[in-house]
C-alpha cells in the first residue's frame, strides 16, 4: 500500500492507494470515442417550453475531430419532439462562433422523437474542438407546454428564445435568445472522436459532486480543478494520448441506496443510476465514488451505506473499470426541521465508521482522503474555516484544496 501525505498544520491531507490505478498509456494514435462531459437528469423541470428554442452551453474536457449528441427523455411523461438541433462553438453569452454552427442528425433525419424514458444518440458531426472548449447546442421544440426532463443544478448558464419564437436555432448573434436557465434541459452527454485521448473519468456522487456553494459558470467544483490539472500536467506532454477527460455525474442531495430511508430520496440512488449514469459513456476507465453522507443523514447506519457500496464496486469492478473511494467530508451538527432529520454525534460517528472502512476494507483501486483535506485540524469531526461553505459542503477554495490533494500519476500508470 501506499501513501501520499501532505501536510496542512497539523492535518496530513492522505491519499491512500490500495492497487495499481489507471490505464496502460497506448502508443497508437487509433481514433475512438470518449464522453467528455455529461450530465445527470434528476427530475421533470417546471419551465414549460412552447414553440421555441433553447441552447444549452456544455464545456467538453478533451479534444476532438468530431462530436456526436445523446439527448435523454428521462423524466418526461409524454413523447417529446425535437424539430431541429444544432451545435456551434460558444463565443460569449449565447452567441456563437461565427460560421460553426452546424445541423446535427439522427440517423439521417433532422428531427427525432424521444418516447418517456427514452435515450438517442447522434449521428457523427465533423467538428473539429478543443479541451475545455464550450460547446452550444440548440434544440427546436415545436410543442406546447413541454417540460423538460432535466439537471436542474447545472451551475452554468444556458439560454431561451422567447416563447412563439419557433426555430431560431441559426442566429449565431444569440440575440433571439431572451432568457436564461442554469438548468440542463435534455443534453445528457457530448463524446468526441479523439485520438489524443486517455479516457474519460467519471465523478460520481452528490452535491459536492454536483458544486453546491459554486458560483454560476465559474467551474470551481473540485473535479473542474482535477480535470484542468490532468490536462495541464506537462510530464505526460510525451504521452501519445496527454489528456484525460472529466465528466460530472453528480447529483445534489443523491444517496448510495434507498430502501429505508427517512425521508426517501428525492433522486434515483447511485445503485440504481450507474447504468444510466457510467456505464453507458463512451471510453471510461475510472469511476470516482464519492457519497455516502445524504444516507446518514437520512438515518442509514453505516452497514447500509457500506454495503450499497460495495455492490457498486462490485458492478464497476465486473466491467473491468477502476474505482476510486472517496472519504465523506465532516458535516456540521444541525437540529432537525421539517423533514430534514439534521445531522449530529451519532451520525459523525456512522461517518467516521464508514470512512475507516473506505481506506482500510473497501478493496478501492485508490482513495482520496478529502475528509482529511478539508477537516478543521482544532475539531476533526468540522470543515476548516477557510474551506467551508455551510457546514455540510465546501467553499470554492474547499473544492480546490481536495483537488490539489490528488496525485496525478494514479490516472497514468
Request: hydrophobic fraction near 35%.
Amino acid at each position: 500500500m501506499r501513501s501520499f501525505i501532505r501536510n496542512r498544520g497539523q492535518v496530513g491531507i492522505a491519499i491512500l492507494c490500495l492497487g495499481v490505478v489507471g490505464v496502460e498509456v497506448e502508443e497508437s494514435r487509433t481514433e475512438k470515442w470518449v464522453t467528455a462531459w455529461a450530465t445527470s437528469q434528476q427530475e421533470l423541470g417546471e419551465h414549460e417550453i412552447s414553440d421555441a428554442t433553447v441552447r444549452m452551453i456544455a464545456r467538453v474536457t478533451s479534444p476532438g475531430a468530431s462530436v456526436r449528441l445523446r439527448l435523454d427523455n428521462t423524466y418526461g411523461q409524454m413523447e417529446l419532439r425535437i424539430s431541429g438541433v444544432s451545435v456551434g462553438l460558444r463565443m460569449r453569452d449565447a452567441a456563437l462562433v461565427p460560421g460553426s454552427n452546424r445541423n446535427v442528425r439522427f440517423t439521417g433525419s433532422a428531427h427525432v422523437t424521444i418516447p418517456p424514458g427514452g435515450s438517442v444518440r447522434s449521428d457523427p458531426i465533423e467538428m473539429r474542438v478543443l479541451a475545455y472548449q464550450d460547446l452550444a447546442i440548440s434544440l427546436y421544440v415545436p410543442g406546447s407546454s413541454v417540460r423538460p426532463s432535466q439537471h436542474r443544478g447545472a451551475r452554468v448558464t444556458s439560454y431561451l428564445s422567447a416563447t412563439n419564437a419557433g426555430d431560431v436555432r441559426s442566429d449565431e448573434t444569440g440575440a433571439a435568445f431572451v432568457d436564461t436557465t442554469a438548468s440542463m434541459f435534455w443534453l445528457k452527454s457530448i463524446d468526441v472522436l479523439s485520438d489524443y485521448t486517455m479516457g474519460a473519468v467519471v465523478a460520481f456522487g452528490d452535491s459536492i459532486t454536483d458544486g453546491s456553494c459554486v458560483p454560476v459558470d465559474g467551474y470551481d467544483r473540485w473535479e473542474d480543478w482535477l480535470g484542468i490539472r490532468l490536462n495541464l500536467d506537462s510530464a505526460d506532454k510525451s504521452s501519445s494520448r496527454p489528456y484525460t477527460a472529466i465528466v460530472n455525474e453528480g447529483i445534489g442531495g443523491n444517496t448510495v441506496t434507498f430502501d429505508g430511508l427517512v425521508p426517501p430520496p428525492v433522486s434515483t440512488p447511485g445503485v440504481r443510476r450507474l447504468e444510466r449514469d457510467v456505464f453507458s459513456h463512451s471510453g471510461v476507465t475510472h469511476v470516482i465514488l464519492f457519497m455516502g453522507t445524504n444516507d446518514l443523514r437520512r438515518e442509514a447506519t453505516a452497514q447500509q451505506v457500506i454495503a450499497g457500496m460495495e455492490e457498486i464496486i462490485s458492478r464497476v469492478k465486473d466491467r473491468e473499470l477502476r474505482i476510486i473511494g472517496v472519504t465523506i467530508i465532516p458535516r456540521h451538527d444541525r437540529a432537525p426541521v421539517g423533514e430534514n432529520t439534521g445531522w449530529n454525534s451519532e451520525k459523525t460517528s456512522a461517518r467516521n465508521r464508514v470512512n475507516e472502512w473506505i481506506r482500510s476494507e473497501a478493496g478501492f483501486d485508490a482513495v482520496f482522503d478529502f475528509d482529511a483535506s478539508v477537516r478543521d485540524s482544532d475539531n476533526l469531526d468540522r470543515i476548516d474555516p477557510a474551506f467551508d461553505c455551510d457546514g455540510i459542503h465546501p467553499s470554492p477554495r474547499g473544492y480546490y484544496e481536495m483537488a490539489t490533494s490528488v496525485p496525478l500519476d494514479l490516472f497514468r500508470q
